[in-house]
């Protein structure tokens, strides 16, 4: 008898254990972000880098902006429900951009523009705390800090050349909300390399 309730009791702290490992998964597919935080990063140190070089050599800045195409982010996360609060997991995304600069008008004619193309490619691990969580309705924060791939492309005067960088990369959204249960859709805001706003399906298992 004290045999088959010492098996019985290991085995409920075995399943308990288990579970407590396991938890609950979640995937998410993000299919909006206007990634306007990219386009505040570019023109800052864009304009800034310009600025310098007109300063210390009057007349070499000769281009200005012309046109800017950001695509968005576009991405795939996973999250693990490890406490009633916390879940844990990461992010993979993708974010195109396209930048024209074009000579000034005072230069040259024979000046071609300039034509840079970028692909940004991240990779975060994500911690993601709940503050108000119920069965339909989870309202929540998160910080994720990573990596971040860009491969860009520069094609001036029928040249072409590239360059490709590995940098990091974060995001904190201190707002989130998630409705629905297992199919749900979700919208953060916050800052960093996905944008101001993002939003989602998610689906939990």
């Known amino acids: 008898m004290k045999k088959s309730i010492i098996i019985i009791a290991t085995g409920l702290m ?7 490992q396991t938890g609950k998964h979640e995937i998410r597919i993000t ?10 990063k570019d023109d800052v140190s864009d304009g800034f880098a310009r600025a310098l070089a007109s300063a210390l050599v009057p007349g070499l800045d ?11 982010f576009f991405g795939l996360g996973y999250r693990n429900q490890i406490t009633e609060r916390i879940k844990v997991g990461g992010d993979l995304g993708y974010m195109k951009s396209e930048q024209t600069f074009g000579p000034k008008t005072a230069t040259t004619s024979n000046t071609d523009d300039i034509k840079k193309t970028r692909h940004m490619f991240i990779a975060m691990p994500v911690v993601e705390y709940s503050y108000i969580k ?4 989870n309202f929540y ?4 800090a990573g990596i971040n791939f860009t491969s860009s492309t520069e ?6 050349e590239k360059d490709n960088k590995v ?3 974060y995001q904190v959204s201190p707002a989130g909300l998630r409705v ?3 199919l749900a859709g979700f919208v953060e805001v916050g800052y960093g390399n996905k944008g101001i706003v993002t939003a989602g399906i998610s689906y939990g298992f």
């Open 14 to 20: 075995f399943s308990a254990t288990v579970k407590a």
């Open 31 to 40: 299919g909006y972000s206007e990634g306007s935080s990219i386009r505040i």
């Open 62 to 72: 000769i281009y200005v902006q012309k046109d800017y195409k950001l695509y968005g």
């Open 134 to 137: 119920t069965p339909w309705l």
């Open 141 to 144: 924060g998160s910080a994720a």
């Open 155 to 160: 094609r001036k005067n029928r040249q072409t």
């Open 167 to 169: 940098g990091f990369a």
């Open 180 to 182: 629905g249960k297992k």
